[in-house]
């Protein structure tokens, strides 16, 4: 377990201000060695572009995350992928956690395609309210035990302020369950109040654990890039 900055690009790929793509992450996985990060997050949607081409041939969603890994190792830059739980129609959340029954892949499916590939951890998202005990309480248990056997770390998004499960799972790095910058892209908060809620998050929403907070880069007109 080895706990460490990442480059992400969610906010880039709303925008559509950069065609998604392996490039795209090849791109993004330099810009994190040159910074000195240990990580690069493939983030939401990448089973359906992150395809590499090899000798003038397109390879799979599979084999372009392969390529992905070791290039990075090179750099010394590992991969986290993304994963969506909440259970949605698989045309709209192909990386579903759903495990019952209205999803194209389990949690451990999912695990595996990733393990089997290099990735060295998962971020899942869209967790359910902790009303339903299975998906809002018990999976995070599952999941963190799952990704310890297959020595992958976790991040959890969408999700829950943490419960005290990386005492048990140290392999959970972070979580989201945090108003982060993410957030003030939905919005119109001025600079001032930008300012003053990231400066209390460590005395409040700390107090709970470690937080994921989506730290962006903003423009005098929203985002510029994560």
Known sequence: VKPGRSAWHWHVEVLRTIERSYQMMV??????AKMGYEYNTVDG???????????????????SLKKLV?????????QFCWAGYLG???MLNPNSFEERGDSPFSSKEILDIMSDCGAIGAKID?????????????LYEILADYCANKKMM????????????????PNEVSREGIKGMENFFYNTNSYKDIAYALSTLTLVRGL?????????IHDGLGLAAT
Not at 70 to 78: D, I, Q, T
Not at 126 to 138: A, H
């Open 88 to 90: 949605n129609p698989p």
């Open 126 to 138: 869209f967790f359910r309210s902790e009303s339903d005990l299975f998906s809002g309480v018990e």
């Open 27 to 32: 791109d993004y996985t330099m810009a994190a």
């Open 70 to 78: 070791a290039l990075g190792k090179k750099y010394g830059v590992e």
């Open 208 to 216: 709970a654990g470690h937080g994921d907070w989506t730290p962006l």
């Open 154 to 169: 976790v991040n959890f998004h969408g999700c829950t302020k943490p419960t005290g499960l990386s005492a048990k799972y």
């Open 45 to 63: 949607g990448w089973d359906s572009w992150l395809v590499a081409e090899e000798d003038g041939k397109a390879l799979s969603v599979q084999e």
